[in-house]
């Protein structure tokens, strides 16, 4: 019975984790829609391609949203641009590991370290 009810559980929580997916990369490609003149689809692929030919900046308002705008390029608000059409991923999983992409691109180039007091005299 405890199994029957934790395989329950377990199933649960996985469909909603997907749903949640699935409602993100909708909005993602609403987004997209709403506010690029032009557009197409791309995978992950792509988008690491297209990436890779930007320098990104990034600001203090929006901690993880992307910009090059001399080259009107976003990630930003699940808008994706690159030389001002949007990219709209052509599957969740791809939206996910461009999601997982950005988020640790800019920890890693834009997020400050925390501050060692430890080290102050």
């Known amino acids: 019975m405890i199994k029957l009810i934790l395989k329950i559980a377990i199933l649960s929580i996985i469909t909603t984790l997907f749903i949640l997916l699935?409602?993100?990369?909708?909005?993602?490609?609403?987004q997209?829609?709403?506010?690029?003149?032009?557009?197409?689809?791309?995978?992950?692929?792509?988008?690491?391609k297209q990436f890779q030919k930007y320098n990104w900046s990034n600001d203090n308002v929006f901690r993880y949203g992307l910009w090059d705008r001399e080259n009107k390029c976003e990630f930003h608000a699940s808008i994706v641009k690159f030389n001002d059409i949007g990219m709209i991923l052509k599957n969740p999983i791809d939206w996910?590991?461009?999601?997982?992409?950005?988020?640790?691109?800019?920890?890693?180039?834009?997020?400050?370290?925390?501050?060692?007091?430890?080290?102050?005299?």
Do not use: A, M, Q
Request: hydrophobic content about 40%; proline content about 2%.
């Open 22 to 30: 699935i409602v993100d990369w909708i909005i993602h490609i609403s």
């Open 96 to 121: 996910l590991l461009v999601r997982i992409f950005v988020f640790k691109y800019v920890k890693n180039n834009f997020i400050e370290k925390p501050f060692d007091w430890s080290k102050v005299k």
């Open 32 to 48: 997209t829609k709403c506010f690029s003149k032009h557009y197409g689809y791309g995978s992950f692929k792509d988008f690491r």
